[in-house]
Nanobody, 114 residues
Framework: QVQFVESGGGLVQPGGSLRLSCAAS????????MSWYRQAPGKERELVAR????????YYADTVKGRFTISRENTKNTLYLQMNSLKPEDTAVYYC???????RGQGTQVTVSS
């Protein structure tokens, strides 16, 4: 079955960096565009970034543009999110999802605080 396992979250000070990973299985990873979402307590889910099948086209929410970079490694069925210049408002659970598939992972908690 389709599965996603996110990792790489943690506690980081404002201005710091984290790299999230999403290991995918149960489907042909290279056939799907992939997205990172985040959800903070009491807030709506937000699409953070999206990448096409081969990594040639990307989309970023205005809130993260210029600070976050989405990438993928199809040979490893893995999606990444490099997050730099982190701000307290980036605090949320981050999870990955394949475009067109309903399944999502448990997510990984990112907390930005001094």
């Amino acid at each position: 079955q389709v599965q996603f396992v996110e990792s790489g979250g943690g506690l980081v000070q404002p201005g710091g960096s984290l790299r999230l990973s999403c290991a995918a299985s149960g489907f042909t990873f290279s056939n799907y565009a992939m997205s990172w979402y985040r959800q903070a307590p009491g807030k709506e889910r937000e699409l953070v970034a999206r990448i096409d099948f081969v990594g040639g086209s990307t989309y970023y929410a205005d809130t993260v543009k210029g600070r976050f970079t989405i990438s993928r490694e199809n040979t490893k069925n893995t999606l990444y999110l490099q997050m730099n210049s982190l701000k307290p408002e980036d605090t949320a659970v981050y999870y990955c999802k394949a475009v067109g598939l309903d399944t999502r992972g448990q997510g990984t908690q990112v907390t930005v605080s001094s």
